[in-house]
């Protein structure tokens, strides 16, 4: 009979424990808000970039040779030449062409590269990243 009375005790003691574990919801540590900036000292952000790569895809020419195509756009205040660079990995080949694209202010630009590699090549075994600059 001890035992048993033991073996009660014991679970009743994990059940207390694990009840005040997990009774409550966890809350929140750590400051509210982050900390005010020194004095005299405003904080250094980076602003987000004028030009950003809006969409781009991939299709066959009537060569059969990959073309990629997208658009670039100018979130800054000022007309911009955007350099687009896209680079394609076949493999372990690696293939890189630029354009350059003119884009006013607040607007949206199209632009277009042509490699000399093969669609069915490229579809088989590749990848792409388009950058702009």
């Known amino acids: ?25 966890p809350r929140a540590t750590g400051p509210r808000n982050p900390p005010a900036a020194p004095a005299g000292e405003p904080r250094q952000t980076t602003p987000p970039p ?44 690696r293939v890189e062409t630029q354009t350059s694209v003119a884009v006013d202010s607040d607007s949206t630009a199209e632009w277009s590269v042509v490699f000399d590699v093969e669609y069915a090549r490229f579809t088989s075994n590749g990848s792409l990243s388009v950058d702009v600059g």
């Open 1 to 25: 009979m001890k035992r048993r009375s033991l073996l009660e005790a014991a679970a009743g003691v994990c059940t207390a424990v694990l009840a005040g574990c997990l009774g409550a919801a």
């Open 50 to 93: 004028a030009l950003v790569v809006g969409t781009f895809d991939f299709e066959a020419t009537d060569a059969g040779t990959l073309r990629v195509f997208g658009t670039v756009e100018n979130r800054g205040e000022t007309q911009t030449t955007a350099t687009v660079t896209v680079t394609a990995d076949i493999g372990d080949e």
